[in-house]
């Protein structure tokens, strides 16, 4: 097995504020020293934070939703709601339990994000109304306030 040198990069992972950076080499190329890496789908940084993960993973979500906005505003509820847990959810849920949202303003972007899903789906106009706040905690494949991931 080969690697490709230019596409390998060393993450030093620790609380410290001045950590040991050793240089490291493969194939006569001195690997790059990165604060953050992509791994198998999930964004890991160096102090093990996870609010750039969640940025990513939030406006992935909101993106997804616009199209499916544009693309499927007169499909029926049941079909809505089905394509956007398979689309999105999927991804919501992909290593939730390593990225839980444990910070406020993170567990706000999620639950505005649950909310435009409920309007999507349900056809509702107003931001507050009760069967939008009612809908935005019952999606399968969302998080809850608390961070367990919910079955469905």
């Not at 406006?59 to 499927?72: H, M």
């Not at 056809?123 to 919910?150: A, F, H, I, K, Q």
Request: glycine share 4%; charged share 20%.
């Amino acid at each position: 097995m080969s690697f490709n040198p230019s596409k390998c990069t060393i993450i030093t992972i620790s609380r410290s504020n001045s950590p040991l950076h050793k240089f490291y080499m493969l194939c006569v190329v001195v690997l790059q020293h990165v604060s953050e890496a992509r791994y198998l789908g999930v964004l890991l940084s160096n102090d093990l934070q996870w609010s750039k993960h969640f940025q990513h993973i939030t406006a992935k979500a909101n993106s997804t939703l616009g199209l499916l906005r544009r693309n499927l505003h007169h499909c029926p509820e049941k079909l809505r709601e089905l394509v956007y847990i398979s689309l999105v959810g999927s991804r919501w849920e992909y290593c939730a339990a390593v990225w839980d949202p444990h910070k406020i303003t993170d567990q706000l972007a999620l639950e505005s994000v649950q909310r435009r899903v409920a309007r999507f789906t349900k056809r509702e106009t107003t931001p507050t109304s009760p069967v939008c706040l009612r809908c935005s905690r019952t999606y399968s494949g969302s998080l809850s306030r608390n961070g367990d991931v919910r079955s469905g």
